[in-house]
């Protein structure tokens, strides 16, 4: 009796094995598991994407890390993690880490971003230049005060490149430690202008919707000699898409994966029409512009 119950015991066993493996989601383009880093200046748009690729694909699995740049770097360039979100390219020295082990590296913008400045609704002004935002950040007096959305964050690098330097002045620049602590503070703090991305201004993030009354996006005119130097523009869908508003970004997916898996599937499903439709509707502007079909009947 004791020999049929160990028997019993062992065929249990090997099935409940059997069904595990068999349980098992395959590794493909459309199906398995990503693990995936993301710039928190473009969260928002990054979850909508995830989200509806997994309504197409449910068993797709996303495991994503969302922090500011300089938090997220270390993790892909020691070969954690091979897919990142960033709203730029990698440097030639960030290549080399990669390429020193003959991995590909395959870069796919998706969409258009812009850098939102944005102020008290209860402010006079509603316009600002470039050039006084980089006499700000060169430390030149100014009666105005910038806040960032992260002292790590990949707009405080993009400021250091447009203003030339490589560490802020002791006044006038500050940090707080997400975009929506710099949506509460300018709602209700009369004497800063926030700095953020477009993303995060719309009403499907619940901080903008209950602040959105409180809170005006300026507008920016660009350095003279450069486009957008005419007027002001507002980083509205058709300034980023024309590419005239002073303050743009592309938002690429980095995938190093070196095989043609989820992170490969998922990079192209981006640039179709199903991903660009979301980026449309973020308010960001596409890579590409979907053609729309009409459907014409003859009376």
């Not at 979100?85 to 913008?109: A, D, G």
């Not at 950040?137 to 490589?166: H, M, R």
């Not at 997400?178 to 991305?197: M, P, Q, Y």
């Amino acid at each position: 009796m004791r020999n049929i119950l160990l028997l019993l015991l062992a065929l249990l066993t090997f099935s409940s094995c059997n069904r595990k493996k068999d349980n098992k989601v395959e590794e493909t383009r459309t199906s398995g598991t990503l693990k995936l880093l993301v710039d928190e200046t473009v969260g928002p748009i990054v979850q909508d994407e995830i989200d509806i690729f997994k309504l197409d694909y449910p068993q797709a699995t996303f495991i994503t890390t969302v922090k500011p740049e300089e938090k997220l770097l270390p993790t892909f360039l020691n070969d954690s993690v091979r897919v990142i979100i960033l709203p730029r390219m990698l440097t030639k020295q960030e290549e080399k880490y990669y390429n020193q082990r003959q991995i590909k590296i395959n870069t796919s913008r998706f969409a258009v971003d812009g850098i939102a400045l944005i102020t008290n609704a209860g402010n006079i002004d509603s316009t600002i230049n470039v050039k006084e935002i980089i006499d700000i950040l060169q430390g030149k007096d100014s009666d105005k005060k910038l806040v960032f959305d992260n002292a790590y964050s990949s707009t405080f690098k993009y400021f250091k490149q447009l203003a030339n330097i490589s560490q802020f002045p002791q006044k006038g620049v500050y940090s707080k430690n997400s975009s929506n602590e710099v949506i509460n503070l300018i709602a209700e703090d009369k004497s800063f202008i926030g700095i953020l991305g477009v993303n995060w201004l719309s009403e499907k993030n619940p901080v903008m919707l209950k602040n959105k009354d409180k809170i005006k996006t300026l507008g920016v005119k660009n350095i003279k000699g450069s486009l957008g130097d005419d007027q002001y523009y507002k980083p509205t869908r058709l300034n980023l898409t024309n590419g005239i508003y002073p303050l743009l970004r592309n938002i690429n997916i980095i995938d190093c994966e070196g095989r043609g898996g989820l992170g490969t599937g998922f990079a192209t499903w981006l640039r179709s029409q199903r991903g660009q439709l979301i980026v449309l509707k973020s308010e960001l502007a596409p890579h590409k512009l979907m053609p729309r079909e009409l459907n014409i009947t003859k009376k």
